[in-house]
């Protein structure tokens, strides 16, 4: 079973700067078949995917996050980042890591591990 924890949401002004962490459980070797997504859901707004990942260099991200924000991973540590810059107003949600066995290729379907949700408040 996939455990995936979220940390470091918080409040910021706009044009602030936040990063937040998802760690997974279990051994490393163990989602070498995964890929990995932010997703982020608004008050009164469907959840949307933000930015996803395959392996540790091949990534994807919505228009509205292009050139702000930036995924990552770090595999020896089952570590998922997601650092935000410039952040706005229309970025305050929960924000969820997710996970599912395959490749992301851009596909926001099918991810069925998820976290419990970090809070991003930018005002």
């Known amino acids: 079973h996939v455990q995936l924890v979220e940390s470091g949401g918080g409040s910021v002004q706009a044009g602030g700067s936040l990063r937040l962490s998802c760690t997974a459980s279990?051994?490393?070797?163990?989602?070498?078949?995964?890929?990995m997504a932010w997703f982020r859901r608004a008050p009164g707004k469907e959840r949307e995917g933000v930015a996803g990942?395959?392996?540790?260099?091949?990534?994807r991200y919505a228009d509205s996050v292009k050139g702000r924000f930036t995924i990552s991973k770090d595999v020896a540590n089952n570590t998922l980042y997601l650092q935000m810059n410039s952040l706005e107003p229309e970025d305050t949600a929960v924000y969820y890591c997710?996970?599912?066995?395959?490749?992301?290729?851009?596909?926001?379907?099918?991810?069925?591990?998820w976290g419990q949700g970090t809070q991003v408040t930018v005002s």
């Open positions: 997710a996970a599912r066995r395959g490749y992301f290729r851009g596909n926001w379907k099918g991810f069925n591990y």
């Open positions: 279990g051994s490393a070797s163990r989602y070498r078949r995964y890929c």
């Open positions: 990942i395959d392996g540790v260099s091949t990534t």
